[in-house]
C-alpha cells in the first residue's frame, strides 16, 4: 500500500523559511512525478511545483524563485525549500505522486500545516 508522509510544516514569520519533506512507501518511485500542493483556508487546492524523475521541475509562478523542490530518488523522498515566506503562502501542503505513465496511479499524503504570520 501507497503511503506519502510530509512533515515539516509549522509557523514561521514573514520572511523565514522552512523545508518540507515527503517519505514515501511504494514501489517505484523513480516512475512518478512527484508533486507539493497547497490549500489555503476558502480556496481551491493548487499546485506548488512538481518535479519529474530526470529532475526537471515546474513551479507555479507564485514562488517561482522562493522556492525550491527536489527529489531523492535513493530515499524515496521529495523536498520543498521555501524562502522568503509570504503570509499568502499559509495553507496546508500536500504531497502528490503521479505516474508518469498511468494515469490512475496517483496518490496523496495527509498534507502538513504551514503558518506565516508574525
Known amino acids: 500500500q501507497v503511503q506519502l508522509v510530509e512533515s515539516g510544516g509549522g509557523l514561521v514569520q514573514p520572511g523565514g523559511s522552512l523545508r518540507l519533506s515527503c517519505s514515501a512507501s511504494m514501489d517505484g518511485f523513480v516512475m512518478y512525478v512527484m508533486g507539493w500542493y497547497r490549500q489555503a483556508p476558502g480556496k481551491q487546492r493548487e499546485l506548488v511545483a512538481d518535479?519529474?524523475?530526470?529532475?526537471?521541475?515546474n513551479y507555479a509562478d507564485s514562488v517561482k524563485g522562493r522556492f525550491t523542490i527536489d527529489r531523492d530518488n535513493a530515499k524515496n523522498t521529495v523536498y520543498l525549500q521555501m524562502n522568503t515566506l509570504k503570509p499568502e503562502d499559509t495553507g496546508v501542503y500536500y504531497c502528490?505522486?503521479?505516474?508518469?505513465?498511468?494515469?490512475?496511479?496517483?496518490?496523496w499524503g495527509q498534507g502538513t500545516p504551514v503558518t506565516v504570520s508574525s
Open positions: 518535479i519529474s524523475r530526470d529532475g526537471s521541475a
Open positions: 502528490n505522486a503521479q505516474h508518469s505513465r498511468l494515469s490512475a496511479l496517483r496518490y
